[in-house]
């Protein structure tokens, strides 16, 4: 697999992607698309085979307040036949050796099996509203020592 920075190219392929990936709806194609028209992804990366788009992962601000504190990760997408195949550990532990994410504080919701391998933690100071789960809200190099809510990007509750 070939880790790209995503381009407008692929932005089609991207959506049917995540759409295949996350079939119960197409939220996560929304969000995307949204957060993309509104230029609020601030890192996004495509793993590719055989000129086909495989994989996909993607950052957005964080804020306590209205401080940018760190990052959100999500969504990460594997193609449905690939998924459990390491495709989406290999596309995570790129993008977290990147210079403009190797030293940020990371938020994602998503399932502790997979994200504690990669040094993801429950929060202790920090709580998401978006978070049915506490245990599913996971941070890494987070310090911050006084609790906050995080806030996400305006694109995340429409």
């Known amino acids: 697999m070939k880790i790209r920075k995503l381009t407008p190219e692929n932005d089609g392929k991207v959506a049917a992607l995540l759409r295949q990936a996350f079939p119960k709806g197409d939220q996560e194609a929304r969000l995307v698309e949204r957060l993309r028209q509104n230029k609020r992804l601030t890192h996004e990366w495509v793993g590719i085979h055989t000129n086909r788009v495989i994989a996909y992962i993607a950052f957005s601000r964080a804020y306590n307040g209205a401080e940018v504190c760190g990052l959100h990760l999500g969504p ?45 933690a429950p929060c202790a100071t920090v709580v998401s509203p978006r978070a049915k789960k506490s245990s599913h809200f996971l941070c890494l190099r987070h310090a911050a020592t006084e609790p906050f809510s995080v806030r996400y990007e305006p694109e995340f509750a429409q």
């Open 76 to 120: 990460v997408a594997v193609t449905p036949e690939l998924q459990r195949q390491g495709v989406g550990s290999e596309l995570l532990r790129f993008a977290l050796r990147q210079e403009e994410i190797k030293s940020a504080a990371i938020f994602v919701l998503g399932a502790p099996g997979f994200f504690q391998r990669f040094g993801f």
